[in-house]
């Protein structure tokens, strides 16, 4: 018995999140399919978290038990070639069998995308919401600060989380913005990139984040505001859920290197 650990990134454009639903058509289903077609094996990998439907991301990491001889340096190309164009294997590796690629991942990184241009971009209008108004980057940095540290999420979870505890810590937040596609003499103000860093997330939590940030970059919440509403501990008193196109899974780290 082989415990193998794979990375995969895809747009989620197309399916209904990450994981196995009733309805069908998730990524972790086509996984499954191809990892059968390959080894002959029927079987369920364990994610490091689900995403979404209509969420993306980079580095998603998953891992499953095989009794499979094939080289580990095969797997990634031999499964790109059975799934759709979407979605890709970008690295294998073997680990012990104790490993866990959900209770072992030490921290993750989701970013999400506002194009804060006057107009939308038809080639990356599939991975971000585009904001018709100006936004105050500045106010949303400092919003951002108060979420950095331990605090119970409640606020900032759907009110279908079914997790026993609603306390995660945020190691750090914090926005990057690319220019470069601005036009000169225009309101354009770029391509808003919020990073969110932590040990775990709830069910919509930096969706959550996000809607009510913007609300703070239109001015009708103030930075400080992100802090009360901590603390109200009611999923109310926050902003709406931004949409989820904008929302990558950025990265997952562990102690062992991928």
Same mark, same amino acid.
């Given at each position: 018995m082989r415990n193998l650990l794979m990375k995969v990134t895809y747009d989620g454009t197309n399916y209904n999140g990450f994981q196995t639903?009733?309805?069908?058509?998730?990524?972790?289903?086509? =996984?499954?399919?191809?990892?059968?077609?390959?080894?002959?094996?029927? /079987?369920?990998? !364990?994610?490091?978290?689900? $995403?979404d439907a209509g969420v993306h991301a980079r580095g998603q990491v998953f891992n499953f038990y095989t009794v499979s001889k094939i080289p580990v340096e095969r797997w990634c190309m031999a499964l790109n070639t059975r799934l759709p164009e979407d979605i890709i294997v970008t690295d294998a590796m073997e680990v012990p069998l104790e490993f866990h690629s959900r209770r072992e991942a030490r921290q993750k990184t989701y970013r999400y995308t506002i194009n804060a241009n006057q107009f939308?971009?038809?080639?990356?209008?599939?991975?971000?919401?585009?904001?018709?108004?100006? =936004?105050?980057?500045?106010?949303?940095?400092?919003?951002?600060?108060? /979420?950095?540290? !331990?605090?119970?999420?409640? $606020?900032?979870a759907s009110k279908k989380s079914t997790k026993p505890s609603h306390v995660r810590t945020i190691y750090d937040a914090w926005i990057e913005t690319d220019t470069s596609m601005c036009r000169p003499g225009t309101r354009d103000q770029g391509i808003i990139h919020t990073f969110v860093t932590g040990n775990g997330f709830l069910?919509?939590?930096?969706?959550?984040?996000?809607?009510?940030?913007?609300?703070?970059?239109?001015?009708?919440?103030?930075?400080?505001?992100?802090?009360?509403?901590?603390?109200?501990?009611?999923?109310?008193a926050a902003g709406p859920t931004a949409v989820s196109k904008g929302l990558m899974l950025w990265d997952v780290e562990y102690d062992i290197l991928l």
């Open positions: 639903q009733p309805g069908g058509n998730t990524v972790q289903d086509l =996984l499954e399919e191809a990892i059968e077609w390959l080894s002959g094996e029927k /079987l369920k990998i !364990t994610a490091s978290g689900r $995403t939308p971009d038809p080639f990356q209008r599939k991975y971000q919401f585009h904001h018709h108004g100006r =936004l105050d980057i500045s106010a949303m940095e400092q919003g951002l600060r108060h /979420l950095i540290g !331990t605090h119970d999420f409640t $606020t900032f069910q919509h939590m930096v969706r959550i984040i996000m809607g009510t940030l913007i609300q703070v970059g239109e001015g009708k919440r103030t930075p400080e505001n992100i802090s009360e509403i901590l603390e109200i501990k009611n999923r109310a």
